[in-house]
């Protein structure tokens, strides 16, 4: 049992969960972060059996088989999917008394299971596709797997942001129409200064996000006291979620316990960490290389870091061959996105099963940063399109290629 | 789609945005509207000059400097 315990601590690295208290805290944070996302999923619905049966449970473009590994109701309808979720605090619970008394293969153990259970979820919902829970699975992953858990923790942190601005690259940021396509604009700012602010966060999270590295200390408080400001202001629009998942692991390695490193490590055991630094950026750049903005298209757009990518409105229309409309959506909160893949694939689960079928025509209109709403979706036959997840959709049309059909008044983000 | 043609579409006001304005770019917008793409540009190149600079200067170097020795 020993030798089996001590190769565990080897293949993970636990000596460095063991040496370091900011490891130790990273690990707490993660919990919080379990706790926060499971706390919406414990009870949802998408992943029940019945949505699956429904044809409400949406599966991720490249998956789109996934309904084969739903399994779970929760109640009234079943406990199945509770029991589980409060297994699963159990399990933080117990990972929490680990990082506490120092029994840290338990600790380690326990956040496994909880990062299995979460991948498994994420896996057979598209809807699970929230940025503060691509944080999480991104940080979780390097306190389990990753050798120089430190390094490559607060390696992300920055990496995270910078990578984010590839998606602020666009007028809704360079020109503040996100914000100011909305009746309430930015919030807390005076009307006017929108384009300031943006492009400062632009700037900030593209280079300054760097600086959080600096070997000079009061440049380094300076942009960690930016970046700390920064996520608690965003939540007067996100909500607690997002700065509950981020600020935590920004605190601990970039606050009072920030160390400069003296150098990168470049050693075999880095390779797995560069590895997942490469996929993260891979994976960022995966929507720019599909033609269109894939803000209106959604093409490629939830592989990487996509948050504040543009306000949206649209308006969605399924009719029968008799011209009976059987479906119709209109939505103006700005966060609500109009993936026209979530209306096709719920539709055809919906009304392309079965040997008796009507033709439904699929129509959807979207405006992204209050710009005109645009034909993206003019389709005869809903049953006889194909969603291809890494490249161009035809039946989904860009903004070159889509008919301008009206200009949309200011929304809100609810 | 040029600001002049975006204002000639109709309005629509979808849900509860029906008593809001319309959307349009404000002064300041219209202003930095004709630049925008070149601004774009600028963004990217320092977006991807920064990625290499970072990776140039402390994986690749590091990394020859390491094969020579």
Redesign the interface.
Known sequence: MKRLLDSYQKLFSLHEINKDLAIRLFGAAILLGFIVSFKGWESSYLSTLNAANNGDAICWPMFQGCYDLFFMNRRPHGYIQNTIFMSMLGLIFVAAYGLIAKKYVTAHFCILILFIWKAYLTSINYMANGNFDYYHTAFTFIFLFLPHKRFFGSLSIPLFY?LS??TK???GW????YF??M?TDLPLFPD?TT?LWTNMV?LME??GA?FLFSKHKHIQKTVFAFFVIFHLYSGTLVGYHYPLIVTPALLIFFGPLYKPFH??P?DRKAIAG?LLMCCL?SAQMISHVIPGDEKLTFEGNFYGLYMFEANH?C?ILMTNENGDIVYRA???SARNRCDPYNYMFRGQKKFCQGETQSKISFKQTHSIN????YLIVDEADLCALEYKPFSRNRWIKTEDEAK?????????YR | ?TPT???K??????????T???????D??AA??PY?DL??TA??L??FG??IT?VTR??LI??LK?AKT
């Open positions: 910078f601005t590839a690259i666009h007028e360079t020109l503040g129409t100011t396509s009746v006017g384009m632009i593209m280079v760097w150098s990168v470049l560069w950026v409105q308006s209109d939505t103006t209050g710009g005109p709403f301008a059909t009206a200009r949309p008044r200011e929304n809100y | 789609m043609e975006f204002e579409l109709p309005i629509i006001g979808l849900q509860d945005t029906g809001s304005d319309p959307t349009g770019y404000t300041l917008q930095f509207l925008i601004y774009h963004l990217w320092l977006f920064i990625g970072l402390f994986i590091p990394l390491g």
